[in-house]
């Protein structure tokens, strides 16, 4: 670090949520993106420079001591559970409705014994059952390929997006309310604001 540092450069606040910086010695200078300040909201990004030799201050070093928003986590979490519950039911009923093809079935068969063979009916109730069977069976084989593939996307993308916002690190499958309670990344050791 140059000598152009001071011990007491600049000062960084969080208040709601909001990073802000604020050069401390009038005898130096803090730059933000490029422009000398004497306080300024931060975005995530923001270049900023110290002194003016202009020693760089990373975001890597920044988020080390800064505590980690994961309140949209939330979300992330609540999203997750719903779909789940939601492939859950698809599941059961794609379940439901196999075996629904071999019950129709059945109910022909018994059909055509009951009016004997002899009625027009029973041609007509057999051609119906056959291709309900049919389309259920086809619905039922398309959803089977595809319903893996859907659980497979939805922990793919949770996996993604229920990540530490400092490290990056994949929480677990835990809830939000367990990561409240652990109160900081297993990880990177980030505080939790949530
Ligand atoms: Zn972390």
């Known amino acids: ?3 152009s540092v001071l011990p007491n450069h600049c000062l960084l606040t969080m208040t ?5 910086i604020q050069n401390l010695d009038i005898n130096t200078v803090t730059y933000v993106n490029g422009q000398s ?11 900023i420079e110290l002194g003016p030799d202009r020693y760089p201050l990373s975001w890597k070093a920044l988020q080390a001591v800064l505590p980690a928003d994961i309140r949209q986590l939330k979300n992330v979490w609540d999203n997750y559970e ?3 519950i939601r492939l859950q039911i698809a599941e059961r009923k794609f379940n439901t409705l196999r075996s629904a093809t071999g019950l129709i079935t059945m109910v022909a068969i018994v059909l055509s014994i009951a009016t004997g063979g002899k009625s027009a ?11 309900i069977s049919l389309v ?3 619905k039922a084989y398309l959803d089977s390929s595809k319903m893996p593939q859907q659980r497979q996307e939805l922990n793919r993308r949770f996996q993604r997006e229920y990540s ?3 490290c990056g690190h994949f929480l677990g499958n835990q809830s939000y309310d367990l990561l409240t309670q ?5 990880y990177c050791k980030s505080k939790f604001i949530h």
């Open 1 to 3: 670090m140059p000598e």
């Open 16 to 20: 709601d949520n909001l990073l802000r």
């Open 37 to 47: 300040i004497e306080s300024k909201y931060l975005a995530t990004g923001d270049r």
């Open 82 to 84: 719903n779909e789940n």
């Open 121 to 131: 009916w029973y041609i007509v109730l057999y051609a119906v059952s056959i291709i």
């Open 136 to 138: 259920f069976f086809v």
């Open 164 to 166: 530490c916002p400092h």
């Open 182 to 186: 652990n109160d900081h990344c297993p």
